[in-house]
């Protein structure tokens, strides 16, 4: 018969695994330019430095940076740049609180549009927070 304090330890192990396992979190971007549309996830990262931009036709760049610690650091940051062969210029950056408050449509963002300064290209997107399953 195994030691009350083996199923004690064993009933432990299985709820901080069954804890770590469960839902996450996420912001979902939805980003439509030049005819076309596709949707970006980000997920918590400790370091915004660590973030890659997206590529978004061939005169944009995107970011999104989603911080839940430290606490006085977490929110969610948006950056948009224009992408030009001699600088990237910051066309938009976005600060939301965490976790976001969404708006009546569009997520928490509402619906953005951005113009590239150089070539007129023009890039909508919304975004919005999601819980998730993590495996």
Do not use: N
Not at 16 to 29: L, R, S
């Amino acid at each position: 018969m195994p030691h009350p304090a083996s199923a004690l330890i064993g009933a432990l192990l299985l709820g901080a695994t069954a804890a770590h396992a469960g839902p996450g979190e996420a912001v979902a971007c939805h980003l439509s330019y030049g005819g076309e549309t596709k949707s970006i996830e980000a997920r918590p990262v400790t370091s915004p430095y660590s973030v890659p931009p997206i590529e978004i036709g061939s005169y944009l760049l995107f970011r999104a940076v989603f911080r839940r610690e430290p606490a006085d650091l977490a929110s969610i940051k948006l950056y948009a740049h224009a992408h030009h062969d001699d600088w990237r210029p910051i066309i938009q950056q976005a600060t939301y609180a965490y976790p976001p408050t969404p708006q009546s449509s569009h997520g928490f963002t509402g619906l953005q549009r951005i113009y590239e300064p150089r070539h007129g290209g023009e890039l909508e997107y919304w975004c919005e927070w999601r819980k998730t399953i993590s495996k």
